[in-house]
């Protein structure tokens, strides 16, 4: 599968985006999808992930209740909408996938990876 990541830009803190990831194939509802972000400097870091029917999710402790994800199947396509933005959530943003039914917080778990969009917030 190959996935493409979007949606990104400069926003002021307090602001909202939604990332969006859409996938090719066929078989995008067997994959468990995750967001990963890396910001300047520092190390890739999980986000969320979201099972392949959707039906459950997991965040990082620093965006719980800010940051939402879901999928829509049908679509081939998964997002992340982002709420009460902070300067510190600035990093280039990546999707990933997993040819699995559960998705997982480590990197090295998913096989597949978009070529990340930047999310810029300003103070």
């Known amino acids: 599968v190959q996935l493409q990541a979007s949606g990104g830009g400069l926003v002021q803190a307090g602001g909202s985006l939604r990332l969006s990831c859409a996938a090719s194939?066929?078989?995008?509802?067997?994959?468990?999808m995750a967001w990963f972000r890396q910001a300047p400097g520092k190390d890739r870091e999980f986000v969320s992930f979201i099972n392949w029917s959707g039906s459950n999710t997991y965040y990082t402790d620093s965006v719980k209740g800010r940051f939402t994800i879901s999928r829509d199947n049908a679509k081939n396509t998964m997002y992340l909408q982002m709420s009460s933005l902070k300067p510190e959530d600035t990093a280039v943003y990546y999707c990933?996938?997993?040819?699995?039914?559960?998705?997982?917080?480590?990197?090295?778990?998913?096989?597949?990876w978009g070529q990340g969009t930047q999310v810029t917030v300003s103070s």
């Open positions: 990933a996938g997993r040819a699995k039914e559960w998705g997982t917080p480590v990197g090295a778990s998913y096989d597949y």
């Open positions: 194939g066929r078989t995008f509802s067997r994959y468990a």
